[in-house]
Nanobody
Framework: QVQLVESGGGLVQAGGSLRLSCAAS????????MGWYRQAPGKQRELVAS???????NYADSVKDRFTISRDNAKNTVYLQMSSLKPEDTAVYYC?????????WGKGYDYWGQGTQVTVSS
């Protein structure tokens, strides 16, 4: 049973910082990419940032130069350092593991965390 557990959300004032963590546990052979998505009330879920196992990163334009994604492959953990937070960053943030394989052979699947709330007050 694979689980993704997020932590680090909370309430912060505009201009502040937060660091999100997401640890994948269970039987894991490999994970292609790990990433963070967010969903604000009344809006679709959107990609915030992603990172491949090789360290290649991708960011939404709205968070470039403010957010930094990193990953510890040995711990199957991904981090999101968020700085200069804005009220429009308020959302539930979800961790994603793309093409996670539990063994060397066979198909990989996507897994999601339960979400962590980030609220930025003005």
């Amino acid at each position: 049973q694979v689980q993704l557990v997020e932590s680090g959300g909370g309430l912060v004032q505009a201009g502040g910082s937060l660091r999100l963590s997401c640890a994948a546990s269970g039987r894991i052979f490999s994970i292609n990419a790990m990433g963070w998505y967010r969903q604000a009330p009344g809006k679709q879920r959107e990609l915030v940032a992603s990172i491949t196992s090789g360290g290649n990163t991708n960011y939404a334009d709205s968070v470039k130069d403010r957010f930094t994604i990193s990953r510890d492959n040995a711990k199957n953990t991904v981090y999101l350092q968020m700085s200069s937070l804005k009220p429009e960053d308020t959302a539930v943030y979800y961790c994603n593991a793309d093409n996670l394989r539990t063994r060397a052979w066979g198909k990989g699947y996507d897994y999601w965390g339960q979400g962590t709330q980030v609220t930025v007050s003005s």
